[in-house]
């Protein structure tokens, strides 16, 4: 049985800087790549705030340096969403397209995905005027009218990003206060094509009739009245949920639904498997904590394996 050292689970700022430090330390990772290659920064334009990047760089060319950075130490990459896992066997055994693969430590990295509003006609139209990332379909809407729902700092940025297609970007708050940063909020606020609707959350997309949308019901959360608005798309920017499924009931998670790490370690319930990344963090959520997580994740699985090779 080929058994490696290390299997990481996830390509994003956490997978790829456990793949750099775990090839860098000879121990001939193997990552897998998964369902959204990148993960959320291939859907994310400027990032201004990752060190080492002066002037700032694109979301999808700080993924793909890592991955080359990763490459040039000869980590192996499967470019496969993991199937299964079995995190009871020792050693642990990770399912591909059908391949069984094994190693003595696994490192999570699976990330965070969108979250979707939860509407029936949401799923109908979704691609047909209903998106969850700007970067992607914002083009689509050059001239039109855009609804982005949500008050955090992906809705600030979802909407700045699409004043440059649309004609009008609507940010629907169901509070009437945003959760964003204030640098964020500011720029939002003194953009003349973004108007605010507070207190108000979507009851319904209109259009599943035709194909495509055309508007949507808007509920008032403090009177509960309901109004219509004519549209051309919606955006939903309202947070993120833990990519966790893989593992359920296995690893540990917290009251949130995140795996649970020991505090100051990426360690999991399960001796030899560690998360590192969007996936252990709800609470930083950042390109640069992913990545720090990552590495200290590489460098926990090294010591393990260094303590089973003494035993
Ligand atoms: P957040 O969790 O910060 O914000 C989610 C927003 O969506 C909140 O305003 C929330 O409202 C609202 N919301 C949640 N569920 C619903 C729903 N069902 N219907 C309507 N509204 C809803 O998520 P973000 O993705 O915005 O940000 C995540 C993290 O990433 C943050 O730490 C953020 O700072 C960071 N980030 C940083 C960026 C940058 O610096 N450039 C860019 C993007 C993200 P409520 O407040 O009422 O709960």
Known sequence: ??????????????????????????????????????????????????????????????????????????????????ESVDLKTSPFKVVAKGVEYFAHTIII??????????????????????????????????GKNVIVVGGGDSAMEESLFLTRFAEKVFIVCRKDAFRASKIMQDRVMKHPKIEVIWNSAIDEILGVDIGKVTGVSLKDTVTSVLREMPIDGVFAAIGHEPNVSLFAGVIEVDEKGYLKTVPGSTRTNIPGVFASGDVQDFKFRQAITAAGSGCMAALEAEKYIAELEHE
Request: overall charge neutral; charged content about 20%.
């Open 1 to 82: 049985m080929d058994i490696r050292n290390v299997i990481i689970i996830g390509s994003g700022p956490a997978g790829w800087t456990a793949a750099i430090y775990a090839a860098r330390a000879e121990l001939k990772p193997l990552l897998f790549e998964g369902a959204e290659p990148g993960g959320q920064l291939m859907t994310t334009t400027e990032v201004e705030n990752y060190p080492g990047f002066e002037m700032g760089i694109q979301g999808p060319d700080l993924m793909s340096v890592m991955r080359k950075q990763a490459k040039r130490f000869n980590a192996e990459i499967i470019s496969e969403k993991v």
């Open 109 to 142: 990295s699976t990330g965070a995905s969108a979250k979707r509003l939860g509407l029936e006609s949401e799923k109908k139209l979704y691609g047909h005027g209903v998106s969850a990332c700007a970067t992607c379909d914002g083009f689509f809407f050059k």
